[in-house]
């Protein structure tokens, strides 16, 4: 008798402990396929006046060039991997930024930041700045996994994250986890699985 109350006891305490932990370790990763062109589009491209700040984790096992971010229409402001995958380039407006030799094309989950304040590009890989240097404002990003109809990203994107530094109220965050929904909303601004 006491066996079982001490076990039932613990484990409702277990349980009780560990509610939460499960869905904060579970994730879902959508990967996207350049073969089928797959890519998410802002319906208002975010166009910040100044600063900006734009992160995502991306996972790739590809040595291909393949855009990150950039715009829909032209390629004046892109976030790519170049140099066969090898080096991250940031370009804004028409401003281009490129790192030494990285290793991106592991499978692993990373975490890359571009900041752009005060006519400063900085590029922080796994919370290391791995390269810093001059820019420009005037930005546009209107896709998120090719731009300019080219060089769709092959693996994964998710926790996208838009933020205007000179106006906050247009930031916007996107999960890019919804297994069967093409769409997530953000302050107003949809972003469509293509």
Do not use: C
Not at 155 to 172: E, H, M
């Amino acid at each position: 008798m006491l066996v079982r109350q001490l076990t039932k006891q613990l484990s409702r305490s277990l349980n009780t402990a560990l509610s939460g932990i499960a869905d904060a370790i579970t994730k879902v990763l959508i990967d996207l396929s350049p073969t089928s062109n797959g890519f998410y589009s802002l319906g208002t491209p975010f166009q910040p006046a100044g600063g900006f700040e734009i992160e995502f984790d991306f996972s790739t096992s590809s040595t291909a060039t393949m855009f990150l971010t950039g715009s829909a229409s032209d390629a004046t402001s892109f976030i790519a991997f170049v140099n066969s995958g090898t080096a991250i380039r940031v370009r804004t407006n028409n401003a281009s930024l490129d790192t030494g030799v990285l290793t991106l094309a592991d499978g692993l989950l990373h975490t890359l930041k571009v900041i752009y304040e005060s006519g400063t590009v900085t590029i922080i890989l796994d919370n290391t700045v791995v390269k810093s240097g001059a820019g420009a404002n005037g930005s546009n990003f209107g896709v998120i996994g090719q731009a300019s109809s080219s060089l769709y990203f092959d693996g994964i994107i998710s926790n996208v994250k838009l933020r205007d530094l000179d106006t906050p109220a247009n930031s916007l965050e996107f999960n890019l986890n919804q297994l069967t929904a093409n769409t997530e909303t953000n302050n107003g601004v949809t972003l469509t699985y293509q």
